[in-house]
């Protein structure tokens, strides 16, 4: 008996633990994995990982290699005193006679030589930069663009957080919507059932009954509404998480999502954070710190080159007749090499890149003050939710002393029950505008925190944390 009990209270354990499987943290885990955007700017970060070891590659000397290896064929207008000196061997008279020796001579100077060889030749050669500024300047401008793509990848993953909060809470208070929405008509119907008895005993009034009916209607006009909502929300987890989600799986929001004044207090502290930290001014700087390096590789164009210079030959020929059977050279020197005129090129290259850089300089201010007057902007709102928030809660609280007035009223039969009702339906509008309140409220610390540039993802977690604790 105690087994089978034991073993109840394991499968309702799993049970309860499937209902609620997906929370915040790990939907965020999902869509770490799947999403394509992420996914995307991983790949761009690595390849401009990668442009920072060209540019290393440009300070470092360059070493190649060669070989080769032929056969040629070798022919020449070139006299062959070798066969002319051969006939004369046992030709006395031949020697003797100088117009036969001038004849002999004249035929072999009017001859060609030919020849065929194997030549083989192997080389190495060093280039090691000494002073190069346009060098330098290409290897700043190369690393620069490798702190971009870091920033990128900030920038999406920060997105990607906020993203996977917004669709959470989004649905979260779909189904906390549509839940307090059952239940305020579920009240309603217990109210009409109250006032057809009212009406049955001669107590109460048809036009309340009416009214009452009415308002049924509306309710389930509503009902269908918060599900659609409800369904629209789980489309984009899903989207997000990359797999169906259903109602049952998200947690229950047992807890109030507390509404409080920011940290730190007053704006000029979040806009100085901004200044700091938001992707798209860092962006714009190294925009900036780009141009300035570009500037200065065209103003170096004119200034001299160094390079140590190192050359390794080595050659072999075979095969042929009057050719040196092998070679070996050795060099080793300085390269030296300046610009003198390029047809105004340079000048106007200096020209173009100083004008650009200006251009971002410019650029850079235009994206601190649109930062500065959106931070304020949204630091307002989130300080006026926590002002409507305190106003809210205190009406909340009157409508409910005049609900409960009401309600003792109307069990004596004083007060109707369409009285009754509206006082019901204003604290529930109240209601209904502080929990909407409570969701804005949070969203819109999340945007603040990324547009300052400061959202990661222990901002999930304290959420998850808070969530968590019902």
């Given at each position: 008996m105690l087994y089978k009990k034991i073993t109840v209270f394991f499968l309702l354990s799993l049970a309860t633990t499937h209902a609620y499987s997906l929370d915040l943290w790990s939907v965020y885990a999902l869509a770490l994995k799947q999403d394509a955007t992420l996914k995307i700017a991983q790949q761009k970060y690595l390849v401009d990982q990668q442009t920072a070891v060209e540019g290393k590659s440009l300070l470092r000397p360059n070493v190649s290699a060669n070989a080769r290896v032929g056969k040629s064929f070798y022919d020449s207008d070139s006299p062959n005193y070798s066969e002319v000196l051969a006939g004369f061997q046992g030709d006395l008279e031949c020697v003797q006679n100088n117009t036969c020796l001038t004849e002999r001579l004249q035929a072999a100077s009017s001859g060609t030589t030919s020849s065929k060889y194997t030549s083989q030749s192997i080389g190495l050669n060093l280039t090691q930069p000494i002073y190069d500024k346009t060098r330098w300047h290409e290897y700043k401008k190369l690393q620069i663009l490798s702190k971009k793509g870091a920033v990128t990848l900030n920038q999406t993953h920060a997105d990607l957080i906020y993203r996977t909060a917004e669709a959470y809470l989004t649905a979260l208070q779909a189904l906390n919507n549509l839940k307090q929405g059952r239940a305020e008509h579920t009240d309603l119907r217990r109210q009409l059932r109250f006032a057809q008895r009212q009406l049955q005993k001669g107590f109460g009034r048809a036009s309340d009954l009416y009214e009452l009916r009415t308002a049924d209607q509306l309710k389930s006009s509503q009902a269908q509404i918060l599900q659609s909502g409800l369904k629209a929300a789980l489309s984009e987890l899903s989207a997000l998480v990359g797999r169906r989600v259903h109602s049952k799986e998200i947690q229950r929001l047992e807890v109030k999502i507390p509404v409080k004044s920011l940290k730190p207090h007053g704006e000029q502290a979040w806009i100085g954070l901004a200044k700091k930290y938001n992707a798209l001014v860092q962006d714009a700087t190294l925009e900036a710190q780009f141009a300035a390096e570009e500037l200065k590789l065209k103003k170096s164009a004119r200034q001299p080159k160094v390079n140590l210079f190192a050359n390794y030959n080595n050659s072999k020929t075979s095969g042929g007749q009057g050719f040196v059977p092998g070679a070996e050279t050795k060099f080793l020197g300085v390269d030296i090499t300046a610009p003198l005129y390029q047809g105004g090129a340079m000048g106007a290259a200096k020209k173009k890149a100083q004008y650009q850089s200006q251009a971002s300089e410019h650029k850079l201010?235009?994206?601190?003050?649109?930062?500065?007057?959106?931070?304020?902007?949204?630091?307002?709102?989130?300080?006026?939710?926590?002002?409507?928030?305190?106003?809210?809660?205190?009406?909340?609280?009157?409508?409910?002393?005049?609900?409960s007035n009401l309600s003792h009223g109307a069990s004596k039969g004083v007060v109707s029950v369409a009285e009754l009702h509206r006082a019901k339906e204003k604290t529930a509008s109240i209601r209904g505008r502080i929990e909407a309140l409570r969701f804005e409220y949070l969203l819109n610390k999340l945007k603040l925190r990324q547009l300052v540039g400061v959202l990661n993802a222990r901002d999930l977690k304290a959420i998850n944390s808070l969530l968590a604790a019902n």
């Open positions: 201010k235009q994206q601190q003050q649109r930062l500065s007057v959106s931070v304020a902007a949204l630091y307002a709102q989130i300080q006026g939710s926590v002002r409507t928030f305190s106003i809210l809660t205190d009406s909340l609280s009157a409508a409910q002393r005049a609900e």
